[in-house]
Antibody
Framework: QVQLQESGPGLVRPSETLSLTCGVS??????????WMWVRQSPGKGLEFIGY???????NYSPSLKSRITISVNTSKNQFSLKVNSVTAADTAVYFC??????????????????????WGKGSTVIVSS | DIQMTQSPPSLSASLGDRVTISCRAG??????LNWYQQKPGEAPQLLIS???TLQSGVPSRFSGSGSGTEFTLTIDTVQREDFATYFC?????????FGQGTKMEIK
């Protein structure tokens, strides 16, 4: 059974760096069959795509956060992490890590991936406040 | 970004009802559409992928349909454990975006 677990500080000061780690059990982050993703949820913005990383460390970031975030994978510890620089109160949210999986279908003679998040962590509440 | 709009934002249903939740995409997303269920204090749980593919372990009373810009999640014979918030999410283009959610409450 695959499980993901977020860990990190629950309180971060404005202008500092938010750091979270997602520990993975039951599946290797080194697998080419998955991506590893961060999503956050706040009352004001709902569920928000932060970005994902693949097993080779290639990332896809939200354009609105791209200048402030880093997502990386650590295969030796079987975990991946998120860093958000220069945080403000707007970064206060519940942060979820998730596994991205896909099914492949033929669309107009091309092999096409249908992505979805099939396993999620329980979420980590992060409050940005002085 | 592709905007996803769900309706209604909330609804009240009785046990045994048939419920329909709609999701509209701001542009054509073919069938790159997933549905999730979220209960208070928990992470979202994947119900349906690629607009209509029911995930393993999800009860067959859940079904999804649609393509292009209009999608529907249907729950036949609502059970007590179905009272939750439902989200649609597009995976056609990054950044993947979510609907604002539909909260289903017991009548």
């Amino acid at each position: 059974q695959v499980q993901l677990q977020e860990s990190g500080p629950g309180l971060v000061r404005p202008s500092e760096t938010l750091s979270l780690t997602c520990g993975v059990s039951g599946a290797p982050v080194s697998s080419s069959l998955y991506y590893w993703m961060w999503v956050r949820q706040s009352p004001g913005k709902g569920l928000e795509f932060i970005g994902y990383v693949n097993n080779n460390g290639i990332t896809n970031y939200s354009p609105s956060l791209k200048s402030r975030i880093t997502i990386s994978v650590n295969t030796s510890k079987n975990q991946f992490s998120l860093k958000v620089n220069s945080v403000t109160a707007a970064d206060t949210a519940v942060y979820f890590c998730a596994r991205v999986k896909w099914t492949t279908m033929m669309k107009s003679h091309f092999e096409t991936r249908f992505y979805h998040m099939d396993v999620w962590g329980k979420g980590s509440t992060v409050i940005v406040s002085s | 970004d592709i905007q996803m709009t769900q309706s209604p934002p909330s609804l009240s249903a009785s046990l045994g009802d048939r419920v329909t939740i709609s999701c509209r995409a701001g542009q054509n997303i073919d069938t790159f559409l997933n549905w999730y269920q979220q209960k208070p204090g928990e992470a979202p749980q994947l119900l349906i992928s690629a607009a209509s593919t029911l995930q393993s372990g999800v009860p067959s009373r859940f079904s999804g349909s649609g393509s292009g810009t209009e999608f529907t999640l249907t729950i036949d014979t609502v059970q007590r454990e179905d009272f939750a918030t439902y989200f649609c999410q597009q995976s056609s283009l990054t950044p993947w975006t979510f609907g604002q959610g539909t909260k289903m409450e017991i009548k």
